[in-house]
């Protein structure tokens, strides 16, 4: 997996339509996605990109909100007012990861990558879909 240092939140976890990985590279300092393009890199600025797929998981997680909540509690094995509110409100602030040192980025893009999370975004670094095994495709409409 790649380190934190590049600042890239989902690094080794983007890739392009053709299923071809984008690497991260550092551009005045600031982190970007290169996606390939045929024989050409579209270097894309990774903190917009980690926001749209972030915006993306909390939308689906949100969607799901019941189900998952009565997953993390069974997980939890704590059943209580407090617990469901809790997950309820981790949910509803999933935005707060993009925040440094909010999270541990590596152990974050290791459980992801270990899931078989993917991301999937156009050439010009717009975000397609959301490969996530158990769920079904989350594509534009």
């Known amino acids: 997996m790649a380190s934190r240092a590049t600042g890239a939140l989902f690094a080794d976890l983007v890739f392009n339509e053709e299923g071809e990985r984008a690497e991260v590279t550092t551009i005045?300092?600031?982190?970007?996605?290169?996606?390939?393009?045929?024989?050409?890199?579209?270097?894309?600025?990774?903190?917009?990109?980690?926001?749209?797929?972030?915006?993306?998981?909390?939308?689906?997680?949100?969607?799901?909100?019941?189900?998952?909540?009565?997953?993390?509690i069974r997980l939890l094995g704590d059943e209580n007012l407090f617990t469901r509110a809790s997950v309820a409100h981790a949910i509803d602030h999933m935005d707060k990861i993009l925040?440094?040192?909010?999270?541990?980025?590596?152990?974050?893009?290791?459980?992801?990558w270990m899931a078989g999370f993917r991301a999937i975004?156009?050439?010009?670094?717009?975000?397609?879909?959301?490969?996530?095994p158990g769920w079904e495709e989350i594509e534009d409409s």
């Open 99 to 112: 925040e440094p040192g909010a999270v541990d980025a590596d152990q974050l893009r290791t459980a992801l």
């Open 28 to 72: 005045g300092g600031e982190p970007f996605y290169a996606i390939p393009e045929d024989d050409f890199l579209r270097h894309v600025d990774a903190t917009q990109l980690d926001r749209q797929i972030v915006c993306r998981l909390q939308e689906r997680i949100q969607a799901m909100g019941d189900l998952v909540t009565d997953g993390v």
């Open 121 to 132: 975004v156009d050439h010009h670094g717009d975000l397609v879909r959301l490969h996530v």
